[in-house]
């Protein structure tokens, strides 16, 4: 399977998903944003990922004005803030047969590219 979970609003899964060229490459498109993920979804994900605190975006405006960034937050709670808000979804997340590529830093883009080769 190939997916990825991004938001059409977001500029750095828009740059993900041009630099990529997924747009040619038989992907399923998941727009959070119009098609909220399920918890069987995140539950996979996370099998995949280890963990859901690793899928989850410390940079979401909403992390800092919860005041979430002075809590040690539980699995549990990482789930469903990511359940309850799209935004805490750490984005893109693209998944290539079994494996799983987070975020848009410049070395998951490297191992994103190896996969697709």
Do not use: W
Not at 85 to 108: A, Q
Request: hydrophobic share 35%; glycine share 2%.
């Amino acid at each position: 399977m190939k997916k990825i979970f991004h938001l059409s609003s977001c500029n750095s899964c828009e740059r993900v998903i041009d630099e990529l060229k997924l747009k040619n490459k038989k992907f399923i498109f998941q727009d959070l944003k119009t098609e909220p993920i399920t918890e069987q979804q995140l539950e996979e994900l996370k099998d995949k990922a280890g963990s859901y605190e690793a899928l989850f975006s410390k940079i979401a405006r909403k992390y800092r004005a919860l005041g979430l960034h002075e809590k040690v937050l539980s699995e549990n709670e990482y789930k469903n803030f990511i359940l309850k808000e799209y935004t805490f979804l750490k984005r893109p997340v693209i998944l290539i047969k079994d494996s799983i590529f987070i975020g848009s830093s410049k070395n998951t883009l490297i191992e994103t590219k190896k996969e697709l080769i």
